[in-house]
């Protein structure tokens, strides 16, 4: 057992902790070198992940499938994660990614056969909407701006990346680091073409200083690529209700570190914005609890 909460803390640090390196390479990259970089390191790690763990195997779907999953879990998410967060806060975007179990919660009628919305459900988002709002009230209060456009672009990826994890559902009976290989194989694919279409056009410098090439390494390394291997052994051990307890440190870590080594100043609507949409998902988790031990029985 004790395992298992050393596993959940240390996947929470590692998605926690992702925001403030990734905020450390945006002062000399632009987002699609951030986003790509990401996705190549993460996608050369659990390829060698494998292999020393020598799993093989053919791809059980279709590459179209990989590369569907692939666009909304990695691509559409790291670049759209990559280019808002240059107009926020370190805490905000990590606040903001902490949004994802709602739309999850939001879109599995529409994904998942047989889901539904259960009375817990519907109110840990609405708890959660509030939260946002909260978060987003002094930008809402000036109008819209590029503050505001960069908070709806990490709602993209949180959005994103949740319709992604409810279609991982249908591709369960596949190993779940062979799953990982193909579909940031296949998202590595989508944004190297990107770059190469981006990039020509792009007018923000590039500077590979150590630190930002520091950053995206430890970022592809962890984020992108010994994160998925944590989940799944942990999702294996202790059940996903379990595993998904992680959607609560991955706020709690964005901002804790923020402010100890970015030294941001947290607004008290920030922290009212992080414990609200805390409470959203632990509500949340009560209603699922029930539902995964009576699967189990």
């Known amino acids: ?15 926690g902790s992702q925001f403030v390196f990734q905020e450390r390479a945006l002062d000399d990259l632009p987002p699609v070198i951030v986003s790509t970089g990401r996705a190549l390191i993460g996608a050369l790690f659990i390829i060698l992940l494998c292999r020393l763990l020598g799993l093989k195997g053919r791809p059980l779907h279709s590459w179209k499938t990989y ?6 879990e990695a691509t559409l998410p790291f670049f759209s994660l990559a280019w808002g967060q240059q107009f926020l806060t370190t805490a905000e975007t990590s606040i903001l990614m902490g949004a994802a179990p709602f739309f999850a919660i939001m ?37 819209l701006d590029i503050g505001l456009a960069g908070g709806l672009a990490v709602l993209v990826s949180a ?17 779940p680091l062979l799953l990982a290989r193909n579909i940031i194989s296949a998202a590595c694919l989508q944004l190297l073409l990107l770059s190469a279409v981006v990039l ?6 590039v500077h590979w200083s150590a630190a930002a090439a520091g950053s995206v390494i430890y970022i592809g390394a962890t984020a992108s690529g010994l994160a998925y291997f944590l989940y799944a052994a942990l999702t294996r051990a202790a059940g996903p209700v379990f595993a998904s307890l992680s959607n609560y440190l991955v706020p709690l870590v ?6 100890a080594f970015n030294h941001e100043n947290i607004t008290f609507t920030t922290w009212v914005a992080l414990f609200t949409i ?3 998902i632990g509500i949340n988790q009560i209603g699922n609890r029930p539902q995964t031990e009576a699967g189990k029985s």
Do not use: C
Request: a positive charge; aromatic letters at 8%.
């Open 1 to 15: 057992m004790l395992r298992n909460y050393l596993t959940l803390g240390a996947i929470g640090l590692i998605w």
């Open 67 to 72: 590369h569907l999953v692939g666009f909304l």
């Open 107 to 143: 879109l599995s009628p529409l994904i998942v056969a047989g889901a539904r919305i259960h009375v817990t459900g519907l109110l840990s988002v609405l708890l959660g909407f509030a939260g946002l709002l909260v978060l987003f009230a002094p930008d809402i209060m000036r109008g």
């Open 159 to 175: 959005a994103s990346f949740a319709i992604a994890v409810l279609m991982l559902k249908r591709l369960s009976h596949e190993h």
């Open 200 to 205: 020509p056009f792009s007018d923000q410098p």
């Open 254 to 259: 964005g901002v804790v570190m923020a402010t």
């Open 278 to 280: 805390m409470a959203a």
